[in-house]
């Protein structure tokens, strides 16, 4: 069982910055890859950025390549995303999660133990 709670988010002007933190307890947290997803008003969720448990491969939608980095502190059971040159595009909640069934970390349908989400407004 992981538990996951994201926090970080806010409102910010475009071209700012956001640094969004998920920590989880749980102790299989460090042996899965997690994922950043965001969910904008009347849109699905959308996949955003992906880390593996080793940190040796991370995956990015390419949207927000070069913008967004996601790192991952094993030791602190904590993932972050760091959010860069935001966009008014960039407005969604949030969410972290675990990956928990074989496949492409990319994919929605491969993740279970959710967050209970962050709001990021981005103004212009």
């Known amino acids: 069982q992981v538990h996951l709670v994201e926090s970080g988010g806010g409102l910010v002007q475009a071209g700012g910055s956001l640094r969004l933190s998920c920590a989880a307890s749980?102790?299989?947290?460090?042996?899965?890859?997690m994922g950043w997803f965001r969910q904008a008003p009347g849109k699905e969720r959308e996949f955003v950025a992906a880390?593996?448990?080793?940190?040796?491969?991370?995956y990015y939608t390419d949207s927000v390549k070069g913008r967004f980095s996601i790192s991952r502190d094993n030791a602190k059971n904590t993932v972050y995303l760091q959010m860069n040159s935001l966009k008014p595009e960039d407005t969604a909640v949030y969410y972290c999660?675990?990956?928990?069934?074989?496949?492409?970390?990319?994919?929605?349908?491969?993740?279970?133990?959710w967050g209970q989400g962050t709001q990021v407004t981005v103004s212009s």
């Open positions: 999660a675990r990956q928990i069934l074989r496949g492409s970390p990319m994919v929605v349908a491969v993740y279970g133990y």
């Open positions: 749980g102790r299989t947290f460090s042996t899965g890859t």
């Open positions: 880390i593996s448990w080793s940190a040796g491969y991370t």
